[in-house]
C-alpha cells in the first residue's frame, strides 16, 4: 500500500515544506519514508505539525551549545579572572572567579552554600536574599566583584552553632513556611529588616517621618510592606508576619501547634480501626 494512502493527512507539500534542518533532524532520529509520514500525519492530528520539528530542532541546537556555567568556569581559569576576598558567614574566603559571576552563583556552586536558593534568577522573587555588610541584598544580582571585602552572611551563618537564631526559631514556632523553598530568603531578609527598624528606617507606609526614632516598633502593615521584595507561592505570609511581629516586639506569644506525640498517633490509629471493624488490631 503507498504511504500516502496510509497517512492522507501527510501530502507531498508538508514533506517538501520541511526545512534543511528538520529534514536533517527526522534523518538523525531515524524516520524515513512510511515512519516519517507516520510521525508528521501524528503531529499534524495533535494541532502541532511542523511547529513541533521547529521546536525539535531549536532544542538540540541549544543542547549543543555550551552552557553558561561552562562558559563562566572556561573564562575564570583564563586571564580574564579576577580575584575576590571576602568574610562569608565569619570566615575569610578567596575565589579566582570570571568578572561577570554573581553572588549567588558562588554561594551554591564554588562554596557549597546551597541554603540560599535560585528562584526566578532575576530579582523578582526574593528567594536568594542574603545580607551584605548588614544590608539584605538580591545575591542573584549582585556581582560577586562588588562584595571585595564586605561580610556576607548566609542562612547557614545565622544560628549559633546547635542555637537557631532568634527568627529561625519564631519561623518554627509560627509555621511560617511550608514548602520551605524560599524560607531562607525570607530569614535573611527578616533579620535585615530587624536591623532596619532599629536605625530608624522608614519604608513606603510609614505615616510621619518627622516623628521617626530609632527602634522602631512595626506595625503589621509596616512588616508586610518591608517583606513585599520576598514572594511565598505557599501563603505562609500570616505566620511570616507573626514570627518578625514576635521577634521585633519582643512580647511572646502562643504556640498555636505543636508535634503529635506517639499516644495521640495511637488514638487516631485506633479510632479509625475502631470504625472500621478492626478492633484486634488496636495498638
Known amino acids: 500500500m503507498n504511504d500516502k494512502n496510509e497517512h492522507p493527512s501527510v501530502n507531498d507539500g508538508d514533506l517538501e515544506s520541511l526545512s534543511a534542518d528538520e529534514e536533517k533532524l527526522l534523518d538523525e532520529l531515524g524516520l524515513f519514508g512510511a515512519a516519517r509520514r507516520q510521525f508528521l500525519g501524528q503531529t499534524l492530528a495533535s494541532g502541532l505539525g511542523i511547529f513541533a520539528l521547529q521546536l525539535l530542532a531549536k532544542e538540540k541546537a541549544l543542547a549543543a551549545m555550551t552552557s553558561p556555567d561552562a562558559v563562566l568556569a572556561q573564562n575564570a581559569a583564563s586571564g580574564d579572572a579576577i580575584q575576590v576576598t571576602m568574610r562569608i558567614n565569619g570566615s575569610t574566603q578567596i575565589l579566582t572567579v570570571d568578572p561577570r559571576t554573581v553572588l549567588l552563583d558562588a554561594l551554591r556552586e564554588r562554596?557549597?552554600?546551597?541554603?540560599?536558593?535560585?528562584?526566578?534568577?532575576?530579582?523578582?522573587?526574593?528567594?536568594?536574599?542574603?545580607?551584605?555588610?548588614?544590608?539584605?541584598?538580591?545575591?542573584?544580582?549582585?556581582?560577586?566583584?562588588?562584595?571585595?571585602?564586605?561580610?556576607?552572611?548566609?542562612?547557614?551563618?545565622?544560628?549559633?552553632?546547635?542555637?537557631?537564631?532568634?527568627?529561625?526559631?519564631?519561623?518554627?514556632?509560627?509555621?511560617?513556611?511550608q514548602c520551605g523553598y524560599c524560607t531562607p530568603g525570607q530569614i535573611c531578609s527578616a533579620v535585615a529588616l530587624l536591623r532596619e527598624a532599629e536605625a530608624g528606617e522608614a519604608s513606603y507606609v510609614t505615616r510621619n517621618l518627622r516623628t521617626i526614632t530609632k527602634d522602631l516598633e512595626l506595625s503589621d502593615e509596616e512588616i508586610r510592606e518591608r517583606m513585599s521584595g520576598n514572594l511565598c507561592r505557599c501563603g505562609a505570609y500570616p505566620g511570616i508576619v507573626a514570627a518578625i511581629r514576635e521577634v521585633q516586639s519582643g512580647r511572646q506569644t502562643a504556640q498555636a501547634w505543636h508535634f503529635a506525640t506517639q499516644e495521640e498517633i495511637a488514638a487516631v490509629m485506633n479510632d479509625k480501626l475502631l470504625r472500621e471493624g478492626r478492633s484486634d488490631e488496636t495498638v
Open 111 to 177: 562554596l557549597g552554600l546551597t541554603g540560599t536558593k535560585k528562584g526566578c534568577d532575576q530579582g523578582q522573587c526574593g528567594a536568594c536574599t542574603v545580607i551584605v555588610d548588614g544590608r539584605r541584598v538580591l545575591s542573584c544580582l549582585t556581582l560577586l566583584a562588588s562584595c571585595e571585602g564586605k561580610e556576607v552572611t548566609t542562612i547557614e551563618g545565622l544560628a549559633n552553632g546547635a542555637g537557631l537564631h532568634p527568627m529561625q526559631a519564631a519561623f518554627i514556632k509560627h509555621d511560617a513556611f
